[in-house]
Nanobody, 118 residues
């Protein structure tokens, strides 16, 4: 079984930065993609960014975060990061880490709260 644990959330002023981490564990951990999603109060969960875990390091971003957020990974630590810069109040949400084996997002973390004050 794969476990994903997020950390790094918190309260930050608009224009500030945060770095989220997602540590993965499990004997059979070998995903195809790792990604970040977020869910604001009263809204549906939405895609933020993803990175290939096998076959290169191709990245994908939601239009709303392009140029401000950067997803990266550390293979030795089985950890994915989300560097968030120029944060806006509309980035306030619970951020979730997810792992995909290819056809769906199969594993989810419990989330970490990010709050951006204006």
């Amino acid at each position: 079984q794969v476990q994903l644990v997020e950390s790094g959330g918190g309260l930050v002023q608009a224009g500030g930065s945060l770095r989220l981490s997602c540590a993965a564990s499990g004997r059979t951990f070998s995903p195809y993609l790792m990604g970040w999603f977020r869910q604001a109060p009263g809204s549906e969960r939405e895609f933020v960014a993803s990175i290939n875990w096998s076959g290169g390091r191709r990245t994908y971003y939601a239009d709303s975060v392009k140029g401000r957020f950067l997803i990266s990974r550390d293979d030795a630590r089985n950890t994915v990061y989300l560097q968030m810069n120029s944060l806006k109040p509309e980035d306030t949400a619970v951020y979730y880490c997810a792992a995909s084996r290819g056809s769906d997002w199969d594993y989810w973390g419990r989330g970490t709260q990010v709050t951006v004050s204006s």
